[in-house]
């Protein structure tokens, strides 16, 4: 089992989740984070951490977000480890519970 960062940190990315990390298993891209599904270890610890409540237990995301399984499987592979707290992105509050942001997130991650 692992947890998935969903559509919610997508313009936000607080990155509170990073710090409680033990495993440093968060993976950055432009415009949010994913977990890496291989070395995540199950803690939870990330999950209330984050305030734009994007975390899920894998078993618990929710239907409209299950692609967001497969895509943290994908761009964790290819993204840079983050281990640190940084700031969130400019208007993350903004962005914050505005959901349905997958499409930006792929057009990023073509980009890349
Ligand atoms: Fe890291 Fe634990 Fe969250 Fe997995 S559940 S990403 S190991 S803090
Ligand atoms: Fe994203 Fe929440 Fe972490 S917004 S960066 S999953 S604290």
Avoid at 2 to 26: A, L, Q
Avoid at 32 to 44: K, M, R, S
């Amino acid at each position: 089992m692992t947890f998935v960062v969903t559509d919610n940190c997508i313009k936000c990315k607080y990155t509170d989740c990073v710090e409680v990390c033990p495993v440093d298993c968060f993976y950055e891209g432009p415009n949010f984070l994913v977990i890496h599904p291989d070395e995540c270890i199950d803690c939870a610890l990330c999950e209330p951490e984050c305030p734009a409540v994007a975390i899920f237990s894998e078993d618990e995301v929710p239907d409209d977000m299950q692609e967001f399984i497969q895509l943290n499987v994908e761009l964790a592979e290819i993204w840079p480890n983050i281990t640190e707290k940084k700031d969130a992105l400019p208007d993350a509050e903004k962005h914050d519970r505005v959901l349905n942001k997958d499409v930006q997130s792929k057009i990023m991650y073509i980009e890349r």
